[in-house]
């Protein structure tokens, strides 16, 4: 089966020229980094638990898109502009991740447009 991009309105528009998620033989998806960026407005807010909840929102509406929830994540690389972020997103990460939570690796690094988070995953049909 052929790589093929997910797509739908509901997600945020890409900062670039990349595909949100991509489907390869049918059995994995891989999601590129999804920002906390408000899908509707475009806007970024300035608050790491705000931009947190809107990444984590906007990673389950790409695999929605791709028929999966995040239960079906098998993998995250959750890139956060400073490492005091920890705490927040370990707070997050257990609420959208309650049972069986996925991998995670969460480097610091120099995010675009002003984001503190972005997460990047792999999800696994059933």
């Known amino acids: 089966m052929p790589v093929i991009a997910i797509q739908n309105d509901r997600m945020p528009a890409p900062l670039g020229p990349y595909s949100q998620a991509v489907a390869a033989r049918g059995e994995l998806v891989f999601v590129s980094g999804q920002p906390g960026i408000d899908a509707e407005t475009g806007t970024v807010p300035a608050d790491f638990g705000e ?9 389950s509406r790409v695999l929605s898109a791709a028929g999966l929830r995040l239960s079906d994540v098998a993998k995250t690389t959750i890139y956060l502009a400073d490492p005091a972020y920890f ?3 370990n707070s997050l990460f257990g609420e959208y991740f309650p049972a069986n939570p996925p991998t995670r690796a969460a480097p610091i ?3 675009p447009k002003g984001l503190l988070i972005s997460i990047e995953a792999v999800a696994v049909r059933s």
């Open 87 to 89: 705490s927040g997103l």
């Open 109 to 111: 690094v120099q995010l």
């Open 51 to 59: 931009q947190g909840r809107l990444a984590f929102e906007n990673l």
